[in-house]
């Protein structure tokens, strides 16, 4: 069943902080966040496991409530950069990740 | 190569002709996924391989869809008789193995069928 991600859109000025959460139904393996731009391959931001092992990129944060099958991405002190759309892709079993609807994140000056 | 690499970048095709999507993974990486994206959707898993060995298939709206991964490295993802739904950009993705690693997608291959 696909996860859920909230908010579906976000407007920020630089520097702004931002949260993007994303609520899944069942019980997860993993979560993998990633931010894709338009005509873009998705790109690769972190990873967390089950019992709490995670991986990424040094300037992003995030958060794995395995109880509550949730995880949150934190975005502090945005570039314009930042921009894009935002997936997480929740995996119980196996690789194979089940996408979330998408977080649209625009930075402006 | 540094990244993977997909081929065509753009394909067209009439109603009810075949297509064949290439997909080449980053080096030593296990596994390969193909997913589907919609536009304005997130990606939709289709099916994937780890090693040569296809071990879920479960996404593959049909059975014109069909992938192949013979030696282990190159991926291609076939669809037969397309039809107007098929068009999507479909990604491929690579990973050192096919659970609790993160995987890394290519460029995409959009394929628009008229």
């Known amino acids: 069943q696909q996860p859920v991600q909230s908010p579906q859109a976000v407007i920020l000025r630089e520097g702004e902080d931002a949260v993007i959460n994303c609520s899944s139904s069942?019980?997860?393996?993993?979560v993998h966040w990633y931010r894709q731009k338009h005509g873009e391959a998705p790109v690769f931001l972190m990873i967390?496991?089950?019992?709490?092992e995670q991986k990424g990129h040094e300037k992003i944060s995030a958060s794995f409530n395995e109880k509550k099958q949730q995880s949150s991405l934190y975005l502090t002190a945005s570039q314009l950069s930042y921009s894009g759309t935002y997936f997480c892709?929740?995996?119980?079993?196996?690789?194979?990740?089940?996408f979330g609807q998408g977080t649209e994140l625009s930075v402006k000056p | 190569g540094a990244g993977v690499s997909q081929s065509p970048r753009y394909k067209v095709a009439k109603r009810g002709q075949d297509v064949a999507l290439r997909c080449d993974p980053i080096?030593?990486?296990?596994?390969l996924f193909w997913y589907q994206q919609a536009l304005g959707q997130g990606p939709e898993f289709l099916t994937y391989?780890?090693?040569?060995?296809?071990?879920?298939k479960s996404g593959l709206p049909s059975d014109r869809f069909f992938a192949e991964r013979p030696e282990g490295s190159v991926s291609t993802l076939k669809i037969q008789r397309t039809q107007q739904e098929d068009s999507a950009v479909y990604l491929c993705?690579?990973?050192?193995?096919?659970?609790?690693?993160?995987?890394?997608f290519g460029p995409g291959t959009r394929l628009t069928v008229t």
């Open positions: 993705a690579s990973s050192l193995a096919s659970v609790g690693y993160e995987q890394y």
């Open positions: 069942k019980a997860l393996y993993s």
């Open positions: 967390l496991l089950k019992g709490g």
């Open positions: 892709g929740t995996s119980n079993q196996g690789g194979k990740l089940i």
């Open positions: 080096s030593g990486h296990v596994s």
């Open positions: 391989f780890q090693n040569e060995a296809q071990l879920d």
